[in-house]
């Protein structure tokens, strides 16, 4: 069977169609209309400006779509549209145009957590992992640790109670002057910075960590809970970037933002290092736009090395928004016979709550 999938929760405009054959996803075409260049001059998306670019893309990108996978319409068997979370003007976009089209099409339509969305582009690997799973999805607006008990429900058992680590290297990145999204930037920067110290691995031991004017607090919240704060640290970064500033050293950058990646992956691994004692024998999902942070990707590899487990992240391609890790979620959600109809509204909230199960999409 084939799906297309639609998204435009953020600012990208993404149209893909997958075929699932004997429970194996391929995809078949992939197109993605990013508006990264538009939302570059104002350091951030700007919803109004988001949702009036998906409006002028997602027709043309959905015919992209259907061609490149030499696919008609007639050839579909499922429309799976992001519904939730993201922002709302931009979801409306993919959800009534999705609605659209499958009511004229008398097609089957259903709707798609883009957060399930991003962990759903592992099954697009060569080594897809079958539930029960851990997956840590992060991205631009998440920080969430999962427990996926099935392709559709989830529970969070860790999740970030202000900014989302995307957001904290976006805002840092910003102020060391790189474009939005800076993430890639931040962690091309923190290499050189490990680099001096002979890698990532001496970083505790060296004279950057034990600079006190570099010092920088840990995300990684210490209650018991899998659960972070990156709102502390982005303001330790920005206090620590005004000193500098003020008294007018010139800021060591490498070394900065190698200290300040050091901060967040090490919070991370800490508390993945806990929930996979507490999940005994359950693989890990590594998910979503900051899952291209390559020092992030090695630390986890190394925590689920030394714990035995298997470690699934998707490609780089298919980490950040695109339409094929909504197909391909979607292609589960029907199979749970979760199946939408015209009433079908976006919601900018996120559905999956800390501590409920929720299922289907
Ligand atoms: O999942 P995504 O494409 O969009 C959202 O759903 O938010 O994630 C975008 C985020 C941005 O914050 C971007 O800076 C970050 O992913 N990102 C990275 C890297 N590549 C993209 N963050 C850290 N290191 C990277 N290499
Ligand atoms: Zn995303």
Do not use: W
């Amino acid at each position: 069977m084939n799906i297309l999938g639609l998204e435009s929760s953020c600012d990208e405009t993404a149209a893909s169609v997958v075929s699932v054959e004997n429970g194996v996803c391929k995809v078949l075409s992939d197109i993605i209309a990013s508006q990264v260049e538009t939302h570059k001059v104002f350091g951030g998306v700007v919803p109004e400006i988001a949702s009036r670019a998906h409006v002028e893309a997602i027709s043309s990108i959905t015919k992209e779509a259907l061609a490149t996978a030499r696919c008609t319409l007639s050839d579909i068997d499922v429309i799976a549209v992001t519904a939730n979370p993201g922002l709302i003007g931009a979801l409306l976009v993919a959800v009534n145009f999705g609605k659209s089209l499958a009511y004229a099409n008398d097609i089957p339509l259903v709707a798609v957590d883009h957060m399930k969305g991003h962990v759903a582009a592992s099954y697009l690997t060569e080594n897809p992992p079958k539930p029960p799973f851990l997956a840590l999805a992060v991205s631009g607006g998440h920080t969430s640790i999962y427990h996926v008990a099935s392709y559709t429900d989830y529970t969070v058992i860790g999740q970030t109670r202000d900014d989302a680590i995307g957001e904290a290297f976006d805002k840092i990145g910003r102020l060391l002057g790189f474009s939005y999204p800076a993430g890639k930037a931040f962690d091309d920067l923190a290499s050189e910075g490990f680099i001096k110290v002979g890698g990532y691995g001496n970083f505790k031991k060296s004279a950057i960590y034990k600079d006190k004017a570099l010092y920088l607090p840990s995300p990684a919240i210490n209650d018991g809970t899998l659960d972070f704060s990156f709102s502390g640290l982005k303001t330790a970064a920005i206090n620590l970037l005004h000193r500098y500033t003020m008294k007018d050293i010139i800021l060591p950058r490498a070394e900065f933002a190698a200290r300040y990646t050091f901060e967040v992956v090490e919070a991370v691994a800490k508390k993945i290092d806990t929930a996979l004692d507490f999940y005994k024998d359950l693989p890990l999902v590594l998910a979503g736009g900051v899952a291209a942070n390559s020092h992030l990707r090695a630390r986890l590899s190394a925590v689920c090395q030394n714990k035995k487990r298997d470690f699934i992240v998707p490609p780089f391609s298919l980490c950040a928004d695109n339409g094929a890790m909504i197909a391909t979620q979607g292609y589960y959600t029907f199979l749970a016979k979760d199946i939408a109809d015209t009433s079908l509204n976006a919601s900018a909230v996120d559905r999956i709550k800390k501590g409920e199960t929720i299922g289907t999409h």
